[in-house]
């Protein structure tokens, strides 16, 4: 069984009605599962094996080569991995259709601190900041952007912001945490 906040029903019946919604929209299944785990907030990795969820971004992108949330996820993967350049890469693709796609813009920011870029870097997250001056990811990333670049106060004075957002945000924290120790 899964358990969220929301539902609990067997992981059987769920793929049924993915299958079935996927089928009456026209979509793969992963793909259509994908977008409705990320929408409901269902964490990908409860329905196992079942779906083929891995690389599903490969498979829309051989289907719609401009799909932004295909392009913004394959970006972020490769952030994660840390193969920051091509990370870039898809990721101003993303960008070129939709240059206000926040999570194609946080992704990029943190593509630019992983290699060094600090003054980019900020410039990403400051865009991201333009449009929602209350997300704390992108706070997060230019606090540890400014830190790379040496400008501690400015960066502990934007994490103790994010931290009256979101005071619970284990991300945030730790960087939070990482300032203090390199400020003491």
Do not use: C
Request: aromatic share 8%; no cysteine.
């Amino acid at each position: 069984m899964i358990e969220t906040s929301r539902l609990t029903f067997s992981k059987n019946l769920y793929a049924v009605h993915l299958n079935n919604l996927a089928k009456s929209f026209a979509i793969s299944l992963p793909i259509f599962a994908l977008s409705l785990i990320s929408v409901l907030g269902y964490p990908a990795h409860a329905f196992g094996s079942e779906f083929e969820l891995s690389n599903w971004y490969d498979k829309a992108l051989s289907i719609n080569q401009n799909n932004v949330p295909a392009l913004v996820q394959k970006g972020t993967e490769l952030v994660n991995q840390g193969d920051g350049e091509q990370a870039v890469t898809w990721l101003d693709k993303a960008l070129s259709i939709d240059p206000t796609n926040l999570m194609a813009l946080v992704s990029k920011g943190a593509a630019l601190r992983d290699m060094g870029k600090y003054q980019e870097a900020i410039v990403t997250y400051d865009k991201v900041l333009t449009i929602d001056p209350n997300d704390v990811y992108a706070m997060g990333g230019k606090a540890g952007s400014l830190y790379g670049s040496g400008q501690y106060g400015r960066a502990v004075t934007l994490i103790d912001r994010a931290l009256e957002l979101d005071p619970s945000d284990g991300n945030i924290l730790q960087v939070k945490e990482t300032l203090t120790q390199a400020t003491n």
